[in-house]
């Protein structure tokens, strides 16, 4: 199969043009299951981490906590490791890293964000985790019982309804706050991920992980399990993306691994999501999207791809050369031309949209909390 067409040197970095996508070649490795991950992610943080003078324990957290031993982790999914730090501010994440041939993913949290009970309580992105079994490392004897407290309450009414207002306001504080005098990428970004947020309210809701890459998939089965699939393209129009076709997408995915490829080669400028731009993680935005779009799932597909472009373009505006930025940037801007974005004015009113669709969405978001059977009265 012919896959590239033409063979560009700029400022030193390599561009093939694509025909189809590359696909990495993980993606051809048999997956994993998640106990071996686990093991592995458990090893580095013994022989690693726990060695460092602030460390103060450590947990999974992520796609895989609830998950059996015997699950199969994909290629394109990694093992998400929480290490807890008696600094007031945390490091910069160390991000995703290949151990004992396990993609594992390292970030820091300051002990003062766990402190509180009812804060790890009411705090969405963090609860989750706590919910099972999920620590590592603990050798204070703290987040034992942390877990122990949170595990107890956590399907509670009244915090599954925090959890829910928790996400509902990271969405409306993070709309009110676009920069638009910022980078078209970042103001991208800052409408991007809070309008994915919306799908949050709804897994929150039904107890289920808040995933981020496959967000969109996994709130429309939650709208679909509980009789609200009428929602979901409402969510999608909010993306933008409810009109795209598969091979439309399938297109911009095979731009974006053109872009991917240039910004993992230009990296230099340290970001906090830098390790997820490298050749290494290539198998997570490229080839997972791609299954996506095949199995299809091809606008559940766009969020991540977007994301991504988005990132890809920070890098290279901060380490590639102008012309390459420039040969590039047609691509990105024809993606969110897409999605019905072509000026800060218009992405200001599609933050606009969000907010207020968001009391329709809470409608829903009250409906599910009062079918769901797995959240008990206090």
């Known amino acids: 199969m012919k896959t590239f067409k033409k063979l560009l040197v700029i400022g030193g970095i390599h561009l093939a043009k694509h025909n189809e996508i590359k696909l990495s070649h993980k993606l051809q490795q048999a997956s994993v299951k998640v106990g071996s991950a686990r093991t592995a992610a458990a090893k580095w943080v013994m022989q690693h981490a726990s060695l460092e003078a602030c460390f103060h324990g450590a947990y999974f957290s992520g796609s895989t906590v609830g998950l059996p031993d015997d699950a199969e982790l994909s290629v394109a999914s990694d093992i998400d490791v929480v290490i807890v730090t008696t600094q007031a501010e945390p490091p910069l994440k160390l991000g995703k890293f290949i151990y004992d ?24 992105h963090l609860a989750g985790s706590f919910r099972v079994d999920s620590i590592i490392a603990d050798p204070t004897g703290h987040l034992r019982k942390l877990q122990t407290q949170v595990s107890r309450h956590f399907a509670e009414r009244m915090w599954v309804r925090r959890r829910c207002e928790n996400a509902r306001q990271k969405i409306e504080n993070a709309l009110r706050a676009i920069d638009t005098s910022a980078p078209l990428h970042d103001q991208v970004t800052a409408w991007l991920f809070p309008t994915g947020v919306t799908t949050h309210i709804l897994l929150v809701a039904a107890l289920r992980n808040p995933t981020v890459r496959l967000r969109y998939l996994a709130a429309r089965d939650v709208l679909t399990e509980y009789g609200h699939a009428d929602l979901y393209p409402d969510l999608l129009k909010l993306l933008g993306c409810a009109h795209l076709t598969p091979k439309r997408i399938e297109h911009h995915l ?64 901060a380490d590639a050369p102008p012309d390459l930025q420039r040969l590039l940037a047609p691509d990105f801007e024809a993606i969110i031309a897409d999605l019905g974005i072509t000026s800060t004015d218009s992405l200001i009113r599609r933050a606009e949209d969000v907010m207020q ?22």
């Open 101 to 124: 041939g396990i993609l594992v993913e390292a970030t820091y949290l300051s002990w003062n964000e766990l402190a509180s009970v009812d804060r790890v309580l009411t705090s969405y």
């Open 357 to 378: 669709f968001l009391p329709k969405l809470w409608e829903t978001t009250e409906a599910i909390l009062f079918a769901n059977s797995g959240i008990v009265s206090e």
């Open 254 to 317: 095979a731009k974006l691994a053109l872009v991917y490829d240039a910004a993992a080669t230009a990296a230099k400028t340290p970001f906090f999501f830098s390790t997820d731009i490298t050749a290494t993680t290539r198998p997570i935005a490229i080839d997972g999207s791609l299954e996506l779009i095949r199995a299809g799932y091809h606008r559940e597909a766009v969020f991540w791809i977007v994301a991504t472009f988005a990132r890809c373009h920070k890098i290279l505006v």
